[in-house]
């Protein structure tokens, strides 16, 4: 029996790194056809080199989250050479590690064009293909940060609030033309994520993160968003026990105030 995602057309952003490039592997691996879009044309061509033998098939699309102008053209283009976009998973994004008094304005917006912005266009130019071929599903990323500050991710953290508004309200919109959205909210998952998160000056971190190192391979992780995907959960949680911190945030507020108020963060 053939696999639900097998021969669908499956675009995901990130696809040079981490979750992302996990996510290829898998979806590839099920027969998908694969658009797999991040900026780095040499890490992608490593992730194409990587699934050639696999049972689907993998196209490479590499443009900048940031350049929006350039996203609508880039659809048209895709949308025209496979015919339809039947999933796309908006995974490509960037953290920050700066304090709110360090953080010049440009790099607040710098992390919203990418975050917010990058994805809110490419969901905006894919949405009407989807709508004209009678439905379609679509993530987007958040992080367990995108339901609570936190220290040194102030403009990371608002990105990522941003994102719920947004794909709640593109679910309630348009639930009536088979459009399923689901958010994506990580907690701790062993990628780069900490290496290239940008601080104050706009350059990379470059260091690993003693939390995020304990986190789950981004293989789990695809295996997780793959199961909340197939579910059509609204909510698809990824990671392990730091997952508890929603639930202290949510029910708890106090103790959550007192615990990340204990972070070093100077
Ligand atoms: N890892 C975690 O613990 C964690 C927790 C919460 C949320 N998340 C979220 O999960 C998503 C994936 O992150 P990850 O952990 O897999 O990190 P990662 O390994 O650093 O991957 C990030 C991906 O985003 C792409 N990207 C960044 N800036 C871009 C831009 N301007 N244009 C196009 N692509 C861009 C990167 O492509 P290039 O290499 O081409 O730049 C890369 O493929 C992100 O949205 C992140 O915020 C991760």
Known sequence: MSDFFSGRVVWITGASSG???ALVNEFVSKGSRVIASSYDIDQLERVTDRCSGMKGSITAV???????SAIEKIVHEVAAKEGKIDILLNIGGISQRALIKETPLWLDR??????YFGTIALTKAVLPYMIKAGGGQIAATSSISGRFGFPLRSAYSASKQALHGFFETLLLEHKRDNIRVSVLIPGRVRTKISFRALTASGEEHGKMDEGLDKGITPEKAAKQIIRGLRRNRREILVGSSELLMLSIRKYLPALFFWLAGRIKHT
């Open 110 to 115: 710098r992390i919203m064009e990418v975050n």
């Open 62 to 68: 590499p443009f900048d989250l940031a350049d929006t």
């Open 19 to 21: 979750i992302g490039e």
